[in-house]
């Protein structure tokens, strides 16, 4: 149990165009996810927490009219990043915590691999 | 905010050797203390947590143990082998605080 897939699994996109990534969880419902950024050989930094049915809450420095979170549904977030540049390169990663269970532990996705030309 | 600590960076075992990385926290009220293990490319996977109401907690050849006195909790590897090297990160949070505060980090490489 607590399998969070996300889609696509690496994504190569043209500097200005936006890119849609999704995360669903897949054997559990979720009110809260997480979505993360981390460079190569750092730790993950938290971007933003979605929650169900009401909208996001972004970390300090995070812009949100780039990065534009939905959840609309207890299995699904998704995360676009709009006008993307170069910059945005980087493994995205999102989490998700169990209703069910309602503890603190976070189930991570497989991350994705965004890289703007 | 929490502050949490990884040492060393990098830590290089041989196999069947055993492996301990310790974090240090800021945040006394810290209650909720997971451990992460990350292969090149791939995302997080949980592999043991221990909240602030046990000292210890084990799960094969993997073990933590928390010092809330000291304000530091340590992944034991024993037996290590080629397969767990990796990237291992800490988190702490405070229950009701979505948010985990994730150490750095800790390169283990497993020598065969």
């Known amino acids: 149990g607590a399998v969070v897939s996300q889609h696509p699994s690496w994504v190569i996109c043209k500097s200005g165009t936006s890119v849609k990534i999704e995360c669903r969880s897949l054997d559990f419902q979720a009110t809260t996810m997480f979505w993360y950024r981390q460079f190569p050989k750092q730790s993950l930094m938290l971007m933003a927490t979605?929650?169900?049915?009401?909208?996001?809450?972004?970390e300090q420095g995070v812009e949100k009219d780039k990065f534009l979170i939905n959840h609309a549904s207890l299995t699904l977030s998704t995360l676009t990043v709009t006008s993307a540049h170069p910059e945005d390169s980087s493994f995205y990663i999102c989490s998700a915590k169990n209703l069910q269970t309602s503890t603190d532990t976070q189930y991570f996705g497989p991350g994705t691999r965004l890289t703007v030309l | 905010g929490e502050n949490v600590e990884q040492h060393p960076s990098t830590l290089s075992v041989q196999e069947g050797d055993s492996a301990v990385i310790k974090c240090t926290y800021s945040d006394s009220a810290s209650n909720y203390f997971p451990w992460y293990k990350q292969e090149l490319g791939k995302g997080p996977q949980l592999i043991i947590d221990i909240r602030s109401n046990v000292g210890e907690k084990k799960d094969q050849r993997i073990a933590v143990t928390l010092n809330k006195t000291a304000k530091h909790f340590s992944l034991h590897i024993t037996e290590t082998q080629p397969e767990d090297s990796a990237v291992y990160f800490c988190?702490?949070?405070?229950?009701?605080?979505?948010?985990?505060?994730f150490g750095k980090g800790n390169q283990v490489v497993v020598i065969p």
């Open positions: 979605s929650n169900e049915g009401s909208k996001a809450t972004y």
């Open positions: 988190a702490a949070s405070i229950r009701g605080n979505n948010r985990l505060a």
